[in-house]
């Protein structure tokens, strides 16, 4: 039975581009859209098994439709350089696939594809169309379904006549005059305006064709019956564009389009110079190619492996080549556990040319390892290695020190795709086409079945790991500078991460008696919040059960229930907050479970984190997880310690200076997002209110409200502050409305006024969505990139996620930046001045010290001139300082 398939080139290849991150090969080229095509077209061979295959391409930028309508996707913007360059590549790599391709100049590949369709029809043969474009959707039938890709290119959405229907109201052949009323800017066919999707359906519903929608114009109202009128023509013309035209005259027969499988050695060759060795390996079609297995025996085979025991302590061969100049080595330390600061460190290897030397830690306190300790410490010497952040700290903890600047294979990762929050070393090994390390739950195990192989074997998997870095680490330092964010890295990214590891080696005191004498307090509040509610249901429950809850609050009191989950009522917060009103019990049940998280989460968890040796809590900054540049704490939080409740300011009373008479100094941006927003977006109103040192919020409710200074109310003030803040995080109409308790009407003109005041903000938003669109990418003012493949999504909701992360993450990355960079410029100063002063602490745009009472006059006025100098803007930079015997005094 025949089964046809039928790709549009262009389109899938485009979208492969933009959801796919940066990949080259060792030429530097750039071939992500090839591999995402490739993988898709694997994934559909293999479900599919068709027996005839096409790939259409569009030939030259014009075509007949361009003599119909001169501006025809005069809107689009060129096509990247690193996309076009790969295109050669690619219609050579599905010549190798054997697979037929075509393209004839004056149509595109929605003409094609439609022609060859229109066959299928006629001859009633099963096809499959692929594409990114829903315009194909015209083309189904009984015999024609359309696959239009989502997620990037990784998955597709099947449409047949019956799902089209189901989905629009609508048969295959009316997607056309649906496009011809709301016309297509990705097109630029122009349509009607005022005329979306929504309001097309609408028409079509009640009219068949734009012709009958046209007939009928007596039936509409208003300014819809106004633009109807007056743009008849457009529609008209918009409907042809988007006619596929399915009589192109192809030289191609049903016998050219035949598959009948790849030539192995010739699709190998391909797949070689493309340097894709997972494909290789995952077709077989390469003699090297084999399992993960196989490949670790070969990636060992090429390693001479020492391992270091008493008996062999030999390193004269490692330290003469660590010696010679530009000696390239990578350097892994294996600790087994999350936290660092209670890791079990089970091993160090070495790896410089094809030597590798594997030892345990202890033999570093040998005489004749003393050398290689000695490196290790050297503050001259670059380190390359793998999470160095964490492997300095393991590594202090168990006494030895690892100085050096840093090249971590994992932090470089992580700034050339930071939408991977874990940069596994064998997952960035595959990225960059380097094989043979196994994972480590593969070696390891994972969860309760971890434990460790015997030493010769852990020490071989080691070898291979620090083998990996040595070939990764030149591979990513070219990469950075490809992407312009080698400075990010060597600057800010890479310095850093020798200072966080010295403030979490340092700590902050904690005065145990203070936070048991709290939890003792919360205990007894807990005990008479709990009275007062059993008093108020006339009947003991457990408080903290949902489903109790839920029993009391809407069975026997009666509450009105605003929404049910599977075990029964729903009492989230969202739900209580809004029962609030109807009886007092709800406001009680609120205060228990923040007293109680206090209890449990802050009192408790922080005295558990307390290190018996040091007095201290010891966090541990994680460079690599937030998207968008921001420090993540773990082990304990001490970024979310809630402040707005007195309960939980209370709980920075136990954090103190760790020498008597010191004190804690903080220093806080004050309103950094915004500040940067102002810089960013070049809004003169918005510049004018940080330069002349307004209440940004009171002035924004001036400016948005036309009101005087004096005129502006306390719920002025907070609409103006919740738009301000929701502009940096992704405004919408919806989310505002739930701030201020608005409709979403009265939300979405209040956004509407803000843009109408602060046009330079809009323009910004407007001029960053169409840069993301046109590079993949956006950037933070220190050159940060954050990919939005998303953004070129064609479901709605995934498309407005990804443009409020373009929006807000310049804002957002930028305001990370500059703090990181503020602590650097803060410690090359401590360090310069020989000051005592410690820094202990990053929460958000805060950063606390420790500082000496003779150094206090100085620190006061050091912190905020070098927080307010890290970068320059146009408008004033602002760090509040304050000061005192406690975190908790000290804000």
């Known amino acids: 039975m025949k089964k046809w398939m039928l790709i549009d080139g262009n389109s899938i290849t485009y979208r492969a581009f933009f959801a796919m991150p940066p990949l080259t090969n060792s030429s530097g080229m750039q071939t992500n859209a090839i591999y995402g095509f490739t993988t898709m077209l694997l994934k559909l061979l293999e479900e599919h098994k068709p027996t005839h295959i096409m790939v259409a391409f569009d030939a030259g930028k014009t075509n007949f439709r361009h003599e119909q309508f001169e501006e025809y996707k005069a809107g689009?913007?060129?096509?990247?350089?690193?996309l076009s360059q790969q295109f050669p590549l690619l219609k050579d790599l599905i010549s190798a696939f054997g697979i037929a391709q075509y393209e004839i100049a004056g149509y595109e590949a929605?003409?094609?594809?439609?022609?060859?369709?229109?066959?299928?029809?006629?001859?009633?043969?099963?096809?499959?169309?692929?594409?990114?474009?829903?315009?194909?959707?015209?083309?189904?039938?009984?015999?024609?379904?359309?696959?239009?890709?989502?997620?990037?290119v990784s998955e597709v959405e099947l449409y047949s006549p019956a799902t089209i229907e189901e989905k629009y109201g609508l048969t295959p052949q009316q997607i056309i005059d649906l496009k011809g009323l709301m016309g297509d800017t990705s097109d630029n066919i122009p349509g009607v305006p005022g005329v979306g999707e929504k309001t097309a359906l609408k028409l079509l519903h009640q009219f068949p064709s734009v012709e009958e929608v046209i007939a009928n114009l007596d039936a509409q109202k208003g300014k819809l019956k106004e633009n109807l009128t007056n743009h008849q023509q457009s529609a008209l013309m918009s409907k042809q564009l988007a006619t596929i035209f399915r009589e192109v005259p192809l030289e191609l027969t049903e016998e050219d389009i035949v598959y009948n499988g790849y030539e192995p050695a010739k699709l190998a060759e391909q797949l070689a110079k493309l340097e894709f060795k997972s494909l290789l390996e995952r077709l077989d079609v390469t003699a090297s190619s084999g399992s993960s297995e196989a490949d670790a025996k070969q990636a060992l085979s090429e390693l001479t492996i020492h391992h270091l025991s008493e008996q062999s302590l030999d390193i004269s061969k490692l330290m003469s080549a660590l010696a010679e100049e530009d000696a390239k080595h990578g350097l892994y330390i294996e600790a087994i556990g999350e936290n660092p600061h209670h890791a079990s460190l089970e091993g160090i290897a070495i790896a410089v040319g094809d030597q590798v030397y594997v030892m345990q830690h202890h033999l570093l306190d040998t005489e004749e390892l003393a050398p290689f300790k000695q490196w290790l410490a050297d503050e001259s010497i670059p380190k390359y290695g793998y999470d160095l952040h964490k492997a300095e700290?393991?590594?202090?903890?168990?006494?030895?020190?690892?100085?050096?600047?840093?090249?971590?294979?994992?932090?470089?990762?992580?700034?050339?795709?930071?939408?991977?929050?874990?940069?596994?070393?064998?997952?960035?090994?595959?990225?960059?086409s380097l094989y043979g390390l196994p994972s480590d739950d593969e070696v390891y195990g994972k969860g309760a079945k971890l434990k460790l192989p015997e030493q010769s074997k852990l020490f071989e998997h080691l070898a291979v790991k620090a083998n990996i870095v040595r070939q990764l680490a030149p591979k990513l330092d070219e990469e950075l500078e490809k992407t312009s964010m080698r400075s990010l890295y060597y600057d800010l990214e890479g310095p850093l991460s020798r200072i966080l590891a010295r403030m979490e080696?340092?700590?902050?005191?904690?005065?145990?008696?203070?936070?048991?004498?709290?939890?003792?307090?919360?205990?007894?509040?807990?005990?008479?919040?709990?009275?007062?509610?059993?008093?108020?249901?006339?009947?003991?429950f457990k408080i903290s059960s949902p489903k109790q809850l839920g029993e009391v609050l809407f069975e026997k009191l009666g509450l009105p229930a605003k929404k049910k989950t599977k075990t029964g009522y729903s009492t989230d917060a969202e739900v209580l907050e809004e029962l609030a009103p109807y009886h007092p019990i709800v406001p009680h049940i609120l205060n228990f479970r923040q007293l109680a998280k206090l209890q449990?989460?802050?009192?408790?968890?922080?005295?558990?984190?307390?290190?018996?040796?040091?007095?201290?809590?010891?966090t541990y900054y994680r460079q690599t997880i937030a998207a968008t540049g921001r420090l993540s704490s773990q082990f304990p939080n001490l970024q979310n310690i809630p402040i707005r409740l007195e309960e939980g300011r209370k709980i920075r009373k136990a954090f103190i200076p760790s020498e008597p008479g010191w004190s804690i100094l903080s220093a806080d941006y004050s309103q950094i997002e915004l500040r940067v927003l102002a810089h960013i977006s070049g809004d003169e109103r918005l510049k004018d209110a940080f330069i002349h040192n307004h209440d940004i919020h009171t002035k924004t409710a001036m400016d948005v409200f036309g009101v005087t200074?004096?005129?502006?109310?306390?719920?002025?003030?907070r609409s103006a502050k919740a738009v301000n803040f929701g502009i940096v995080y992704g405004i919408s109409d919806f989310g505002l409305s739930q701030n201020l308790g608005i409709t979403r009407k009265e939300a979405a003109q209040f956004i509407e006024q803000y843009f109408s005041v602060f046009q330079g903000v809009r323009k910004y938003m407007d001029d960053i969505i169409a840069e993301a669109k046109e590079k993949g990418y956006i950037v933070t003012l220190l050159d940060r990139r954050r990919y939005v493949p998303d953004i070129h999504s064609s479901n709605y909701n995934i498309r407005s996620f990804a443009e409020r992360i373009a929006m807000n993450t310049?804002?957002?990355?930028?305001?990370?930046?500059?703090?990181?960079?503020?602590?650097?410029?803060?410690?090359?100063?401590?360090?310069?001045?020989?000051?005592?002063?410690?820094?202990?602490?990053?929460?958000?745009?805060?950063?606390?010290?420790?500082?000496?009472?003779?150094?206090?006059?100085?620190?006061k006025q050091l912190v905020p001139q070098v927080m307010a100098e890290a970068i320059k803007l146009d408008v004033p930079l602002v760090a509040d300082v304050s000061y005192g015997d406690s975190w908790y005094e000290a804000k």
Do not use: C
């Not at 006629?122 to 696959?147: F, R």
């Not at 902050?508 to 919360?522: D, F, N, S, T």
């Not at 602490?841 to 150094?855: A, G, K």
């Open 505 to 540: 080696q340092q700590g902050i005191k904690v005065e145990r008696a203070e936070l048991e004498q709290q939890g003792v307090e919360l205990e007894a509040a807990l005990k008479h919040i709990t009275s007062e509610i059993y008093e108020l249901a006339g009947t003991e």
């Open 110 to 152: 929605d003409d094609i594809i439609g022609t060859l369709t229109a066959k299928a029809d006629q001859q009633e043969i099963e096809t499959l169309v692929i594409s990114g474009d829903k315009d194909m959707l015209q083309l189904a039938s009984s015999n024609v379904t359309i696959a239009v890709t989502r997620k990037g």
């Open 600 to 618: 449990s989460t802050y009192i408790e968890g922080l005295l558990k984190e307390v290190r018996e040796e040091t007095g201290h809590i010891h």
């Open 709 to 717: 200074a004096d005129q502006v109310d306390s719920n002025m003030r």
């Open 76 to 82: 689009r913007q060129k096509t990247p350089p690193e």
């Open 810 to 859: 310049p804002i957002q990355g930028s305001a990370a930046d500059i703090i990181k960079l503020a602590m650097v410029r803060m410690n090359d100063e401590l360090q310069k001045r020989e000051l005592s002063s410690r820094m202990l602490l990053q929460v958000h745009d805060e950063l606390v010290f420790e500082v000496p009472p003779h150094e206090l006059e100085t620190m």
């Open 393 to 432: 700290l393991v590594l202090h903890w168990h006494g030895i020190k690892l100085g050096g600047s840093y090249f971590d294979v994992q932090l470089a990762a992580y700034l050339l795709d930071p939408t991977d929050g874990n940069q596994l070393l064998h997952t960035i090994a595959e990225r960059h």
